[in-house]
T-cell receptor
């Protein structure tokens, strides 16, 4: 699905580094999401933004800081991460936030950023 | 709380049918989804079914929904080696004013030549 792009595709960082993940959607959607996918764990929703406003923070540690400057762009700022934060970080977007009874809420995913924390 | 369960692994021979099952505890009355993830890739929307339907067929894919038992299944006819991937079911739920998708753990489908 080329409608949602993520950069970088791979990132290796030390625990003291600061880095950012970028997501861009070209679908005209209003809602954007960050997910974490670890080995042997279900896909974990981290953050939800709707019209640039954060509507969900799923008890994510403060070392992960999201930013949504507009409906097309979503960032995840990383600092002082731990090795257990190594995972695939997936971005998704949908026309409207998922779960509403009156709208399609299909989420389209980017290819992900494979993050390794040393 | 909301929960979506899938079996973790399924192995079939090329040309056979594959059936991947999913059970859930709660959902909003919208769409239920199946996603496919190939190695090193993100999740690709495979198909979906509206919650007032029992069945949806899309070429080799058949989705069955039993709302009473909260059971969703994905059947792949004439399974090919290119179908080898992880398959996730996803169920939307509303929590207050916030909606979100709850994903199952994913079923790894292995297709043997």
């Amino acid at each position: 699905e080329t409608g949602v792009t993520q950069t970088p595709r791979h990132l290796v960082m030390g625990m003291t580094n600061k880095k950012s993940l970028k997501c861009e959607q070209h679908l005209g959607h209003n809602a954007m999401y960050w997910y974490k996918q670890s080995a042997k764990k279900p896909l974990e929703l981290m953050f939800v933004y709707n019209f640039k406003e954060q509507t969900e923070n799923n008890s994510v540690p403060s070392r992960f800081s999201p930013e949504c400057p507009n409906s097309s762009h979503l960032f995840l700022h990383l600092h002082t991460l731990q090795p257990e934060d190594s995972a695939l970080y997936l971005c998704a977007s949908s026309q409207e936030p998922s779960g509403r009874r009156t709208s399609t809420d299909t989420q389209y995913f980017g290819p992900g950023t494979r993050l390794t924390v040393l | 709380g909301e929960d979506v369960e899938q079996s973790l692994f399924l192995s079939v021979r090329e040309g056979d049918s594959s059936v991947i099952n999913c059970t859930y505890t709660d959902s909003s009355s919208t769409y239920l989804y199946w996603y496919k993830q190939e190695p090193g890739a993100g999740l690709q929307l495979l198909t979906y079914i509206f919650s007032n339907m029992d069945m949806k067929q899309d070429q080799r894919l058949t989705v069955l929904l039993n709302k009473k038992d909260k059971h969703l299944s994905l059947r792949i006819a004439d399974t090919q080696t290119g179908d080898s991937a992880i398959y996730f079911c996803a169920v939307p739920i509303m929590a207050g004013n916030t909606g979100k998708l709850i994903f199952g753990q994913g079923t790894t489908l292995q297709v043997k030549p």
